[in-house]
Structures are given as structure tokens and as C-alpha cells.
């Protein structure tokens, strides 16, 4: 009889474990138990208010853990514990947003809510630590560990061996790694390529090799393989079709660990389309309910700080028309998200002239085309305000990449490999390269390299919290030595 015809089996899927469920279980436990507890030492018996403070933040934590991937990750424990952080606080950002929206923040005790926020957060990191403490001890002493096979000599290979060696929970020991027919081509050198690369790529040691790849098979029998990892460059990936039917007959685990960080990664994400494997190298992070949330935090405080900042934009304005000739603002055409065109407003600072040779000279220190006014304005980056319009008008962003001007931009782009990566997200008024300094003139290209690899890492790593964190950090470097 023949079978059925059945859609295809979703080739991805989360791989989860007791260990990790019951981790979550028992979060979720600690959390409503110490909240349960505070509640009635605060408030008393457990009422409807706070019958949904405690839904609301249950879901609040399976959102915000799921994102920081806190289940699924296997970091050390001070990543663990940021991570954990990171979450935790996004939860109560999240609670108080919901209070403000419904005005029922005075319903709740702050004091009580303030102890849950701390002693949660530390409730939690003993919970994790000392699961995974338990997890190594069990898989040390109960489960025999599986022998592993990594084909390739690599530095992913090296890395591959180098992770699972000091991660005793995975329950796996590499016996060896197998040298491939041919040597691996090297990698290009170039900055923007080992910024891909995970921080520890450069620190790792040489590869154990047992044998070459030829003798693969008796190698499996010769130490009882388990699993076999292929970790290899994309253009020896021939090399896993003509032995992956002969590693089917020895009953072993095959995976595949493609060697991408040779290539300019931008937001690369693994997925599926239809049940089909889609590994995503380069694409926007803003997809979705993050570009949602991302417009909202733009137009809420672009909002706020325009409504806040009102009387001093009229007085920089009065100033601007008493100290020199023409108009108050300057505008300039940028390229934008995807590279699309807009006009940049600003503070004028520079008395009115014409380019010459219609070419556009990046400002300097002591240029003597800045106005008086100008020259604090740019100091104080003062000049920048406008932009808050663009903002308003979903041209720009609050913190993004700085946008520069469109001539720039073509002259950077045939000198730094893939510099209009950089297009992939919203330009900002102020960005990651410019709270670590990289800001003002580039007098070599090596500064705009430098300024394009804060832009890509910014896409790469783009979050809510990233966000709010490199607007506080622009607070204090708005006055620094490379504003003029």
C-alpha cells in the first residue's frame, strides 16, 4: 500500500530538555512565591489588583526570557547573570509602562514592588547557578559523556572543540579533529571580517588531529564515535555529500556547523520558510513587533525631549539670525534605511558658502567657516536638535548610525568593503560609534572603518536596551574631545 503524502516535517526546531523546563518551572515558582510573600507582608490578603500584577509579570517573563534566549544558552555565568539582568529589568520596564498606560501605578506598593525587582533578581541567579552547578555534576558522574568527531582543523573547528571541551553539561568529549584532503583556504584579514568571529577566535589552540579525512570511517570504529561535527569552510561542503551515506550505516549523529564568519554578517539569523532551512547572513533587525516597538520608542521620546527642549531651540534660533546672515536651519540630503534619500535638518553653524567645485568638505577643528554661535552649537552638539523632526517624520531614529552626506557616501563605499551594510537600520542622531568617541572629522579612512564596524556590531546587536543605554551614555559625550 502506498503511503500517504504528507507536507514536509519543519526541518528546524528548538532542541529543549527537562533540565531547562524545570529551570523555568522553578523561576516562575520562586518568582510568584517571594512576590506571593511580599504581598501579604505589604499589603495583605492577595487581591484582583494584584492578581494581575502577578499574571502580567509571569508573561512578561516568558517574553522577555524567551528573547535573551536564557533557557537555551549555554554562556558562562557572568553572560548568564547580564543576560538575566537584562531580562528582569525589561520585565518591570514593561509592568511600569502597562501601570502608566492604565493609570494604576498608585494601586500598587511601591516598596514592595521595588524588593520583588532586587530580591527576585537574586533569588533567580542562585536558582541558575546552582542548577547549572547540579547539571555539571550530574553529567560528570551518571551519564557516560558521547565521543566526538570534529572534521576539520579550522579556526571554527577550533572553536567548535574549544566549546564543547569547557562545557561539561553538553555531555560530549572531542577525541579528535580530521585534517581535510586539501588545506583550508585562509580567511581574509581584513577587520570587518573578525569582527564576525565569536571574541575568543584569536586565543584558541591548535587542533587535536588524529588523522586525515580519508580514514574517517575506521576512525569511528576505531574510538566508538558518537557524533560527528562537520565543521568546514562553504566551498569544501562537497566533502559531507560523498561521506554522509557511509556515516548513515554507522549509526552515529552527523551535524553540520557551516563556517560563515568569513563573510560580512549583518543581523544573520537561522530559520524557516515552509519547512525549508533558510540561514539569513545579512537582513534588518527591524522585522515585526521590533520594528514596532522601535518606532514607539522614537516617536514617544522624540516627543518628549522636542516638547522638553521647545524654549531652548527658540533661543539657539534668535541667536543663529542676531550672529551671522541667512537661515536658521541647514538642510542636506543623507541616504537613509535601505538607502532611500532625505533631507537632515540642523542648526546652521557655518556661514553661508558655496562648496567648492561642488565638492563637500567635512568640517574641521578650528574651520573657519563656523560661525560663533556655530562653534558652541557644535561643541555641545546642540546643532543636532532638529533632527528631532526627522525623527517625528520616521526618517531617522534616535539612536542608529550616523547618516552621512550623500557624496561621502559614494566615496566610502568603493574604499571600506560592504560600507552601505550600514543602511540596513534607521540613521540616528546619535549612535554606538559616537558614544565611544568615533565622531567628528575622519582624516583616514581607518577612522571610518573603525566608525563602520561600531555601525554593523549596532545592527548586529540591536536591542531596546542597547538603545536606552547609548542615549544615557550620550548624555556624556556630547561634550567630548572629537565635538567641534
Not at 526546531?13 to 523546563?21: E, G, H, N, V, Y
Not at 492577595?46 to 544558552?73: H, P
Not at 584579514?189 to 575506521?218: T, Y
Not at 541667536?319 to 551671522?324: C, G, N, P, V, Y
Request: aromatic share 10%.
Amino acid at each position: 500500500m502506498a503511503l500517504l503524502s504528507r507536507p514536509p516535517r519543519s526541518i528546524l526546531k528548538r532542541r529543549s530538555s527537562i533540565s531547562t523546563a524545570a529551570q523555568a518551572v522553578f523561576d516562575a515558582a520562586a518568582v510568584m512565591g517571594l512576590a506571593y510573600y511580599l504581598i501579604r507582608q505589604h499589603v495583605g490578603p492577595l487581591n484582583a489588583d494584584y492578581t494581575v500584577l502577578l499574571l502580567l509579570l509571569l508573561g512578561g517573563m516568558a517574553v522577555a526570557y524567551d528573547q535573551f534566549g536564557l533557557y537555551r544558552s549555554n554562556s558562562n555565568r557572568t553572560r548568564k547573570a547580564l543576560n538575566l539582568f537584562k531580562a528582569w529589568t525589561l520585565v518591570f520596564a514593561f509592568l511600569l509602562l502597562v501601570g502608566f498606560a492604565a493609570k494604576q501605578t498608585d494601586v500598587y506598593s511601591r516598596l514592595m514592588v521595588g524588593k520583588l525587582y532586587v530580591l527576585g533578581f537574586f533569588v533567580q541567579i542562585v536558582l541558575h547557578m546552582g542548577f547549572r552547578e547540579l547539571q555539571i555534576r550530574f553529567m560528570r558522574r551518571a551519564v557516560e559523556p558521547d565521543s566526538v568527531l570534529i572534521v576539520g582543523t579550522g579556526r571554527l573547528a577550533r572553536y567548535l572543540q574549544n566549546k564543547i571541551s569547557n562545557n561539561p553539561w553538553l555531555g560530549q568529549r572531542v577525541i579528535g579533529c580530521l585534517a581535510l584532503p586539501h588545506s583550508e583556504p585562509g580567511r581574509p584579514d581584513g577587520a570587518m571580517n573578525r569582527m564576525q568571529e565569536p571574541s575568543d577566535f584569536g586565543s584558541l589552540q591548535e587542533s587535536s588531529v588524529i588523522g586525515p579525512f580519508e580514514e574517517m570511517l575506521k576512525i569511528i570504529d576505531q574510538h566508538d564515535i558518537d557524533t560527528v561535527y562537520f565543521a568546514i569552510p562553504l566551498d569544501a561542503s562537497d566533502l559531507i555529500e560523498g561521506m554522509y551515506f557511509n556515516l548513515l550505516d554507522k549509526h552515529v549523529a552527523v551535524h553540520w556547523v557551516p563556517d560563515i564568519y568569513s563573510m560580512l554578517l549583518v543581523n544573520h539569523s537561522v530559520r524557516e520558510i515552509a519547512g525549508l532551512p533558510v540561514l539569513t547572513l545579512s537582513e534588518t533587525p527591524l522585522t515585526g513587533t521590533r520594528r514596532l516597538f522601535k518606532a514607539c520608542e522614537d516617536f514617544v521620546l522624540s516627543a518628549l525631549i522636542l516638547l522638553a527642549v521647545s524654549p531652548l531651540l527658540l533661543i539657539i534660533a534668535v541667536a543663529i539670525k542676531l550672529d551671522s546672515r541667512g537661515p536658521v536651519f541647514f538642510k542636506q540630503a543623507r541616504n537613509g534605511w535601505s538607502g532611500k534619500t532625505f533631507s537632515i535638518w540642523k542648526f546652521r553653524s557655518m556661514y553661508v558658502h558655496a562648496s567648492a567645485g561642488g565638492q563637500i568638505k567635512q568640517a574641521s577643528r578650528d574651520d573657519p567657516r563656523v560661525t560663533r554661535v556655530g562653534a558652541i552649537l557644535r561643541r555641545t552638539s546642540l546643532d543636532e536638535l532638529p533632527q528631532l523632526i526627522n525623527v517625528l517624520r520616521g526618517e531617522m531614529s534616535l539612536v542608529g548610525p550616523r547618516p552621512h552626506a550623500v557624496q561621502h557616501d559614494m566615496e566610502y563605499s568603493q574604499r571600506i568593503n560592504s560600507y552601505f551594510a550600514r543602511h540596513n537600520i534607521k540613521p540616528g542622531i546619535t549612535g554606538l560609534a559616537q558614544v565611544r568617541g568615533l565622531r567628528g572629522e575622519t582624516t583616514d579612512i581607518e577612522q571610518m572603518q573603525h566608525r563602520v564596524e561600531a555601525d554593523i556590531e549596532y545592527i548586529n546587536n540591536w536591542s531596546l536596551w542597547l538603545d536606552f543605554t547609548i542615549l544615557l551614555r550620550t548624555l556624556g559625550a556630547l561634550t567630548g574631545r572629537n565635538a567641534y
